[in-house]
């Protein structure tokens, strides 16, 4: 009998159940827990010390009272037989795909309902939407990058190279050096706080529609740009129809980041070889109606809300906070000579370390000194290396504590 054959009862099974080995080829995930340990360590060694977190790109802040009434209203509905309701649709409440096709609108993109899927939130839509392209497709990733990019193309098969991105191209990535199939671009970006110009964008939309590449867009921080002239959808390039993927989220805009709410745009525009058009408007949908069961109907009346005149005053208030969070970091760091990227149309900053030091000396440099939790530029990408991801997401008297203890106590 072979090592993996197994006598159950008396059949005798020659192979055992296997893991998907890609999974073994996943980089290790210690970073994140390596980062846990420290900031443990350090509590224990120091228990009267208040640690102040500027490293989570988590929202804290409370729901706008329109929203709780979209979300009450969601539930009031389960409580009464006349309106109360199951499953949904899988691709979303067609409310909500009219009231975001209305959304889009406002910015001059015309999209149908049908070109919208709501989902529990772009990280799960980042990640699904490798299924429906081929297994041999190669998977271009900016480098440092959000690491769902590059640990769900690994976990699908897919092969992934790198568009790598530093101080000398303003952090805005490479076109791929070798032929893509698929191209995650995020912009706002999520670690480096950059954001594409319209101008950048289109060089992107043009070399996707030249090299018949796909373009995945993750808009999740779109509601964070200030400045009118640049892009919050990538569908306001020209062109971009024919072979780009949006994806967005309430997560961040609203504060639903614990609710859970997104959506997806699969424009009956996109070609890829040999199909017709629509067909990956079909696929995906064949995806979701299989595997998903659509998005809570609470969170959804929720997601309504935020898009209603009121939800929209009342969340870019909400965006505008962390946003004043973050020029009040800025700010700080920039006053004592720090280097800052980012931190202006998105809620993150990018910091370049000091005197050379790298990405975790620089984190245990904080830590120690000044109390404060950053998350090393070198967990998103080896590109990261030598820089500091600072999140503006947190309570203002936190972040104005954090900003003056590093002033105050961070030794150079
Ligand atoms: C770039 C980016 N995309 C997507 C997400 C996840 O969004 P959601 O909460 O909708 O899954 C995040 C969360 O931090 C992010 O930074």
Known sequence: MEDSSLM??????????????????????????????????FQEKNPE??????????????????????????????ADVKTYTGYGDEQGDSRLRTALAAYYQKSHINLDPQEIFISDGAKPDCANILSIFSDSSIVAVADPAYPVYVDSSIIAGKKVIYMRCSQENGFISDLPSKKADLIFLCSPNNPTGVVLTKKKLQVFVEYARKTAAVIIFDAAYAEYIQDQDLPKSIYEIPGAKSCAIEINSFSKWAGFTGVRLGWSVVPMDLIVEGEKKGKINSLWNRRQTTMFNGASNIAQEGGLAVLSQAGQKECKKLVDYYMRNSEIIKEGLESMGLKVFGGVNAPYLWVKCPKGLTSWEFFDKLLNDA??????GSGFGSMGEGYLRLSAFGHRENIKKAVESIKKNLVL
């Open 8 to 41: 159950l009862g008396m059949t005798i099974v020659e192979t055992m159940a296997k893991i998907n080995s890609n999974y073994n080829k996943l980089p290790p995930s210690y970073f994140f827990l390596e980062m846990g340990k420290k900031v443990k360590a």
């Open 49 to 78: 010390v208040e640690i102040l977190r500027l490293g989570i790109g988590n929202t804290t802040e409370a729901l706008t009272s329109t929203v709780i009434k979209g979300l009450t209203k969601g539930v009031q509905k389960l």
């Open 371 to 376: 109390h404060v939790v950053s998350t090393p």
